[in-house]
């Protein structure tokens, strides 16, 4: 069984930065395929970035140039850099893993889920 705890949620205001982690616990955190979702009130989730095992990553062409992924397997974490942040960027965001396959932005397909962190981004 995977676990996983997200952090680094807050409020922030237009153009602000927020650097959101997730960390895993219960698996061979090298082999998870790692995603960030959100969920903005009264919408669907939608994907935000995947890293796969071998860390290249997927970023969603609505934050592409503002967020950026990274993983640092020693410390079994996974980095959402969010910069330039938009009032639409507020919402819940939620880390995801796989074990066994690496499906994008497929919300269905992630087995494993934290409980989210909470952005908000005034103007």
């Known amino acids: 069984q995977v676990q996983l705890v997200e952090s680094g949620g807050g409020s922030v205001q237009t153009g602000g930065s927020l650097r959101l982690s997730c960390a895993a616990s219960?698996?061979?955190?090298?082999?998870?395929?790692m995603g960030w979702f959100r969920q903005a009130s009264g919408k669907e989730r939608e994907g935000v970035a995947r890293?796969?095992?071998?860390?290249?990553?997927m970023i969603a062409d609505s934050v592409k140039g503002r967020f950026a992924l990274s993983k640092d397997n020693a410390k079994n974490t996974v980095y959402l850099e969010m910069n330039s942040l938009k009032p639409e960027d507020t919402a819940m965001y939620y880390c995801?893993?796989?074990?066994?396959?690496?499906?994008?932005?497929?919300?269905?397909?992630?087995?494993?889920w934290g409980r989210g962190t909470q952005v908000t981004v005034s103007s």
């Open positions: 995801a893993a796989d074990r066994w396959n690496c499906p994008g932005f497929t919300v269905h397909a992630y087995p494993y």
């Open positions: 219960g698996y061979t955190f090298s082999s998870l395929c």
């Open positions: 890293i796969n095992p071998g860390g290249a990553t």
